[in-house]
């Protein structure tokens, strides 16, 4: 069981890329959701937030505006997280987990690279 976190990638100010995760074992659709990100030197931050319905979100201040978090719960949970505007700052290991976060399924992360 497990959430696993891909496509991360280098991308230049100013541009977009989506990130996904995948749950394997079994499904989380009645689980809330969301996704943290860790800047080396930095701890581990919230990014956003999704209720298990879908309906409801939450982001951190710094994102607001330019990421959007979605989900699909149809089989295998799957979380997505659109980013756009991307900044040099958001540069991060982000990860998915629940909310509030279980220490057993952080996993490897994707690695988001902005260049300026």
């Known amino acids: 069981v497990q959430l696993q976190a891909s496509g991360g990638g280098l991308v230049q100010a100013g541009g977009s890329l989506r990130l996904s995760c995948a749950a394997s074992g079994r499904t989380f659709g009645t689980y809330n959701m969301g996704w943290f990100r860790q800047a080396p030197g930095k701890e581990r931050e919230f990014v956003a937030a999704i209720f298990w319905s879908g309906r409801t979100t939450a982001y951190a201040d710094s994102v607001k505006g330019r990421f959007t978090i979605s989900r699909d719960n149809a089989e295998n949970t799957v979380l997505y997280l659109q980013m756009n505007s991307l900044r040099p700052e958001d540069t991060a290991v982000y990860y998915c987990?629940?909310?509030?976060?279980?220490?057993?399924?952080w996993g490897q992360g994707t690695l988001v690279t902005v260049s300026s």
């Open positions: 987990n629940f909310v509030p976060p279980d220490s057993t399924y």
